[in-house]
């Protein structure tokens, strides 16, 4: 348990912020969150997963640095995880200055925040796989070299080295996750896991007949993103800020994970699946697979489930919401008992 500490979780209302909030809370953390506007946003993944009403949500913008400082003063947290910013790789190519505003000057407005105030606060950062490109030549570690190919990967290596830098500068305790790809249900219906889980659901039910999607060649080290919260925490945990490279260590083509998510509704996929030139990324990466070595040594952290798991628990959690009538997205008011009935969660 972890009584008398409090956490500031900027961009909770996202995939990785809702579940790491469910975590810390069951922890014993005093848990608070923000958002842009805390009226205007719905915290559908809070309300599914019981949470909302139960942690003081605030208004933050990231780009403006008064107001990131504002609630860290008012919370004054003993860990802060910064896990907003524009988080969609596809989007970053229509908004690149939006997404590398939000992603870099958001992270050094924190960093900023933190060292202005002189807190003893621990903070974690949200960095990315993307940051590494290719890795075509085998699994990448915290040494491999960094060759982003999207605006996304851009802002998000440079923000990695921002907290380098306030880490060696300011001796700051001030740390990357660098995490590949994850999913849960909480996912938006824009990510193509998603896309493909929530197609093949409607071709099952005769509500379509096709689905479109790029290349399918694409492979990616898929895991389950409550997992992959748990280590965040073990990151802050640590006696020492290190930055850690989170993954399965396995690869899998984005055709291994259409073929599985349709045969689990008993489907051949080669029969309903188009391929679109069009939904091709202007860049793309072709291999991207971590090596966790460091964090199974260092943090005893490993990744429980691989992509064959992610896709049934997807699938599960879709046939979950279907049966009980939840529209798409993730609605205010779902219950959480919906996501709750298949194991989702992570030790407390």
């Known amino acids: 348990m972890s009584r008398g500490r409090t956490a500031l979780i900027f961009g909770i209302g996202g995939q990785d912020g809702s579940w790491l909030a469910d975590l810390l809370v069951r922890r014993g953390y005093a848990v608070h969150g923000t958002s842009r506007d805390r009226e205007a946003s719905s ?17 933050a913008g990231l780009n403006d640095f008064r ?20 988080s969609s790789v596809g989007l970053s190519f229509d908004q690149p200055v939006e997404t590398l ?22 903070f974690y950062n949200a960095s990315s796989s993307e940051c590494f490109g290719n890795t075509e030549h085998g699994p990448a570690g915290e040494t491999h070299s960094f060759h982003p190919r999207s605006p996304y990967g851009v802002g998000k290596a440079a923000a990695y080295w921002a ?28 990510y193509v896991t998603q896309k493909i889980v929530r197609g093949a659901a409607d071709i099952a039910e005769g509500k379509a007949d096709r689905l479109c999607l790029g290349d399918l060649s ?19 945990a640590h006696d020492q800020p290190e930055d850690f490279v989170i993954a399965t260590g396995r690869l ?14 008993g489907l051949d996929w080669r029969r309903y699946v188009e391929i679109d030139p069009g939904l091709r990324r202007p860049a793309d990466i072709t291999h991207s697979v971590g090596d966790p070595g460091k964090a199974n040594r260092l943090l005893g952290w490993s990744a429980e489930t691989t992509m064959p798991g992610v896709v049934a628990k997807l699938v599960e959690a879709e046939r979950i919401r279907r049966r009980d009538g939840s529209p798409a997205g993730n609605p205010a008011g779902s219950p959480a008992e919906n996501l709750m009935s298949i194991p989702l969660a992570v030790p407390a």
């Open 43 to 59: 915290f559908a993944n809070l309300r599914r997963l019981g949470l909302f009403g139960r942690v003081p949500l605030h208004s």
């Open 67 to 86: 107001s990131v400082a504002q609630v860290i003063k008012e919370v004054r947290p003993t860990e802060i995880y910064n896990l907003a910013g524009q």
């Open 101 to 122: 505003d939000s992603i870099v000057h958001g992270t050094v407005n924190i960093l900023e925040a933190i060292r202005f105030l002189k807190l003893d606060t621990r």
């Open 163 to 190: 907290v380098a830098n306030y880490r060696e500068a300011y001796g700051l305790f001030a740390c990357s996750g660098i995490l590949f790809n994850h999913e849960s249900p909480l996912r938006p219906a824009r």
């Open 218 to 236: 694409v492979a990616r080290d898929w895991g389950w993103a409550p997992e992959y919260v748990d280590a965040m925490a073990r990151m802050l």
């Open 252 to 265: 899998h083509t984005l055709e291994e994970f259409v073929r599985l998510v349709f045969d689990c509704f």
